[in-house]
């Protein structure tokens, strides 16, 4: 990994910070070059074709390039809590969670520590599918340098409505942007493959969408299901009902809630309307029992 990168535009907010390995000059995402990690483990509660039985070689990268007021790891998306570490430890977590008998790794928050994840993969490449999970706010021309590389894009497709967007998370941008990147990473990898253990499909490549249904949020939410019926075909969707206020989301009252079930049942009649295939979480996943503890397990 280079130790000083000038001015950084990895991410779409395209701020030109320098960042050196151990600080961050006037960056979006106030971190430094050497990638932060805040837990890596193996994690059970990803989608099935990801966790399968053995769970997810998960590796949680600390600060964040979006602002999402209600983020459900706020205490490293922005509280930016987690240790520093080279890129040669990073490749040895790489080998300790495949050793663990991970399915695969799961790089959570990755955009702003591309460089290091490429440094890292050069000197160990797994043997088991390189997994890219993000906000889906990412710049094209960052993702075509992992071509070949990522096997599994797993991100977000948060907002459609360029006032939420730029109201919760500080991007109005944001669906431009992602429904680009969405674009990219479906022309590197296409539809899912899948391999079979047993019961259990493991996606070994392609894409998968996942949505977050919000309170107040349904028009929203219905909006990026048509995005991916009508561009990116065969791709499946996970729905997920696991809106929890988290971060700063008692600030905004219309949020600060858990969704409803009349809410959520009007996206999931429009995603058998549409004909989208995919995963969808029960209402009772909406709890903060399921977020991972950030104590540094693992780096």
């Known amino acids: ?7 950084c535009r990895l991410c779409p907010r395209q ?14 995402c106030g971190m430094p070059a ?28 600390s600060g964040c390039i979006l602002g999402c007021c209600f983020c459900q790891n ?20 790489f080998r300790e969670l495949e050793a663990a008998g991970a399915h695969n790794i799961n790089l959570v928050n990755p955009t702003h520590y591309v460089e290091a994840i490429l440094e890292a993969v050069r000197i160990y490449r797994p043997g088991i599918p390189l997994v890219y999970n993000s906000g889906g706010y990412e710049r094209v021309e960052t993702l075509r340098r992992l071509e070949g590389i990522i096997d599994v894009y797993l991100p977000d497709l948060k907002y459609v409505d360029p006032a939420r967007a730029r109201l919760y998370a500080g991007a109005a941008d944001y669906f431009p942007v992602a429904a680009a990147a969405l674009r990219e990473m479906y022309r590197q990898t296409g539809v899912p493959q899948y391999k079979i253990e047993g019961e259990t499909r493991l996606m070994q490549r392609g894409l998968l969408v996942r949505h977050l249904v919000m309170p107040q949020g349904t028009e929203d939410a219905i909006q990026a299901l048509r995005f991916v019926a009508e ?6 969707v996970s729905l997920m009902a696991q809106y929890t206020p988290c971060g700063r989301a008692a600030e905004y009252k219309e949020i600060n809630r858990r969704i409803t079930r009349r809410e ?26 399921f977020i991972p503890a950030f104590d540094g397990t693992g780096v």
């Open 264 to 289: 959520y049942d009007k996206v999931l009649a429009a995603l058998e309307e549409l004909g989208l295939d995919g995963y969808v979480q029960q209402r009772a996943s909406s709890d903060q029992a």
């Open 34 to 61: 050497a990638p932060v990690l805040a837990r890596a483990a193996l994690h059970f509660w990803e989608e099935p074709c990801i966790s399968g039985t053995k769970g997810s070689g998960t590796v949680f990268f």
């Open 231 to 236: 561009n990116l075909l065969g791709v499946p």
């Open 74 to 93: 706020d205490s490293i998306s922005h509280g930016r809590k987690g240790k520093a570490v080279t890129a040669g430890r990073l490749a040895d977590i």
């Open 15 to 28: 701020c030109g910070a320098y960042r050196d390995e151990r600080e961050n000059r006037g960056g979006w």
């Open 1 to 7: 990994m280079p130790e000083i990168i000038e001015a």
